[in-house]
């Protein structure tokens, strides 16, 4: 009998034991929400050339590491070189029209001076002429002729007015013309520098997919570049919709991948996501009919990495992450780039590349 009772409160007590650590795991569940489907995420720059021609250099290979501004790829530049050489003819050739336009003004403006003297000689005759017609002192012819005279000035200060105004528009016209020789020839040097292909960002070249002599059309990718520094790295952690009562932006997380478990990464939740998977589907679930099966669905949350703990920049886009945030802490202790402190409300430097 005692043995009995001594068996009974063993089996007792493993299920004590059993009921005791499942309630710690759920408990510790509750405050440290965990999950593996995760996956780390980044930028990727798609690198093309923005004008048509035929690759003369490639001069980065798969998985080079390259730096921001070095230099991708060359294309043939002799057509772009050609159209920059005929863009400078035409400015040159659009420059000389002005001066002859102002030689022009020029003389006009004199023509208009004296057509305008005599014209004010003429109306002087004229009105000595009148002032004898009237004392009978000469003939009407004579006055008649003056009368003439006086409308032939007229007649030939306004051709002249209007021969000036001609050559100031013509002149106008030929400024704007080598406006736009200028804006030709800056288009032309514009897309002659495009023969250049350069990284806009430090990271590593990935997915080449272009070899020299490959005639590429503008926009087509020659290769991508993948940086691995501070803002250009995350991870995408999706979580169940019954953990999220917990998270929030701001809280720390620890997480680690596949290729060192030992190794742990820190980094914040950053934001979550407007919608779960499901709802940004091509397809979204849709079930009008009476049968319905309740499945979980899972909202992404966006895990900022911690800079210092990536250092050495060994996290890769698309390595499977096991993550937990801890609750415990509040939203705004720590930030991306570096810590803020949720009691003085002041930025904490942090590692930069």
Known sequence: MKKKWIGLVVILMFIAGVVGAWFLYWK????????????????????????????????????????????????????????????????????????????????????????????????????????????????????????????VAAARLAAAKKALAAAQAELRLSEKRVHTAKVGLERAELERSYCTIRTPVAGIVSQKTTQVGQVVAPGQPLCAV????KGHIWVEANFKETQLARIRPGQTVHFHTDVNRKREYTGVVESLSAGTGAAFSLLPPENATGNWVKIVQRLPVRIAVDPSSNADHSLRLGLSVHVRVDSTTEAGEATDGGRRSSRTGTDEPGDDE
């Open 226 to 229: 993948v940086p691995l520094g």
């Open 28 to 151: 510790h569940e509750q405050i440290y929400p965990s999950t593996e489907d995760a996956y780390v995420a980044g930028d990727i720059y798609r690198i093309s050339s923005r004008v048509p021609g035929t690759i003369l250099t490639l001069p980065v290979e798969e998985n080079q590491p390259v730096a921001a501004g070095d230099v991708i790829g060359t294309l043939d530049p002799r057509d772009y070189d050609q159209a920059v050489d005929r863009a400078r003819a035409a400015l040159a050739q659009a420059r000389t029209a002005p001066a002859a336009e102002r030689a022009r003004i020029a003389e006009a403006r004199a023509d208009v001076r004296a057509a305008e003297s005599d014209l004010e000689l003429k109306r002087l005759d004229l009105e000595r002429f009148k002032n004898l017609v009237e004392r009978r002192s000469i003939p009407k012819r004579s006055y008649d002729q003056a009368v003439a005279a006086e409308k």
